[in-house]
Each structure stands twice: as C-alpha cells, then as structure tokens.
C-alpha cells in the first residue's frame, strides 16, 4: 500500500523506467553493460516504491501513551525551552528518519488539534542542532485531558524539500492516524510535559503508530 502523496511520483517513475529498460534494450548492445544499467534502474525503482510505502499499523491506543509519530531512531532525548508555543520547558524526543524508513507522519496522542503551522526555512541535514528552529518545518499541537497538551514538529531535513501536514485547528483526531507527510529524509520533534515517564533510549529504533514513547506518571 502507498502513501496518497506518492501516487504521482510512482506512476511517474513506472513510465520513467518502461521507457529506460526499453530504450537500454535497444541502443545497448553489450551484454554485461544492458544487464547493469537495467539492475540499477530497478533498484532505483524499488527505492522509490519503499519510501512511499504506507503499512497499516494497529498500535495499542492508550490516552496515557504517546506513540512514536514516525518511524526511524530516537537521537535527542533532553530537557529543553521550548519557546514557539509553550514558552517554558519541556521534554524533547526527537526521531531521525532515514530515506529508507516510512514517512508517514502520525498523531503521537488523540484528541483535538489546537495548534497548527508552517514555516518556510532551510534544508539543513536534519541532526544539524539549528535545524528545528532554521529548515522548513510545521509544528502541531494535540490536547486531550489525560496528556494535556502534546507538540510535534515535522522538520525538512538536506534532502526533504516538501513537508505535508494534514492537522487542521479545532480538528478531532485519532492517536495514529495518518497526519502527514515529509519527503526524502527527515526529523520529527516531540514535546512533552516534564514529569512524562520516558519509554525509549538513544539510539532506539521506533515504529510510528506503535511503539509507546512516553506514558503519564
């Protein structure tokens, strides 16, 4: 199953690479040389349908628990000032996508949507520490009354150049839901109410929609 925002760029390459083998097949008259371009332009193929690949995930929903919004590595976990909505301090939890992971963006918490919005930046590479304050990004606030009030930020990383964000203020939404989407490498930054009980460690591989972040104490 595809991800809706990859649809286009699927089709796209399906014809890209009709038109490559054929024309390979054709103009290419060594044997080993057909056979290797052919490979790579398959390869490439592949890559392209791994990355847009959408997997349906059934999570443990729990209003205690936040779930991990996406899918990749845990690489921050500290105490911060988190001064775009907050303005005081926070938990950051911050999960690094590579390509290869699913981009899928999804609610970390259910509940209703209070905050919601763009910024046009840079395209720093997504672990540079400037990168959530300067690159493109979005930041999204769920509330419910378990939890209280949940931020995550989609960040662009250097090769990300679009990021969706399908969370609308006032909107009700589910915890692992589908709520967006970064193309090509990326970073998504939680925040959470200090006394949250953290449930991963550096390093840590997290499925989006799955695996439990952080719980109430």
Do not use: C
């Not at 995550?152 to 939404?173: E, M, P, S, T």
């Not at 967006?180 to 009980?197: E, Q």
């Amino acid at each position: 199953m595809f991800h809706k925002e990859g649809h286009k760029i699927v089709m796209i390459s399906i014809a890209l690479v009709v038109i490559a083998i054929m024309s390979i097949d054709y103009f290419v008259t060594l044997s080993w040389l057909r056979t290797t371009l052919m490979l790579i332009i398959v390869a490439f193929f592949i890559i392209i349908l791994q990355f847009f690949r959408n997997p349906k995930r059934i999570g443990a929903l729990h209003d205690q628990h936040v779930l991990s919004p996406v899918d990749g590595k845990v690489v921050v976990i500290e105490e911060v000032f988190e001064k775009e909505f907050f303005k005081d301090k926070r938990l950051q939890v911050s999960v690094f996508m590579s390509p290869i992971n699913v981009h899928v963006t999804r609610y970390p918490i259910g509940g209703k949507v209070i905050f919601s919005k763009y910024h046009p930046g840079k395209f720093l590479v997504a672990w540079h520490p400037k990168s959530s304050e300067e690159n493109e990004r979005t930041t999204v606030v769920v509330e419910n009354n378990t939890f209280g009030q949940v931020l995550y930020r989609q960040i662009a990383g250097a090769l990300a150049k679009r990021i969706i964000n399908y969370a609308k203020v006032d909107a009700k939404v589910q915890q692992g839901a589908d709520s967006g989407f970064i193309k090509f490498g990326s970073r998504v930054d939680l925040f959470l109410p200090l006394d949250s009980d953290i449930k991963v460690a550096l390093n840590q591989k997290v499925k989006g929609g799955v695996t439990v972040i952080a719980e109430t104490k």
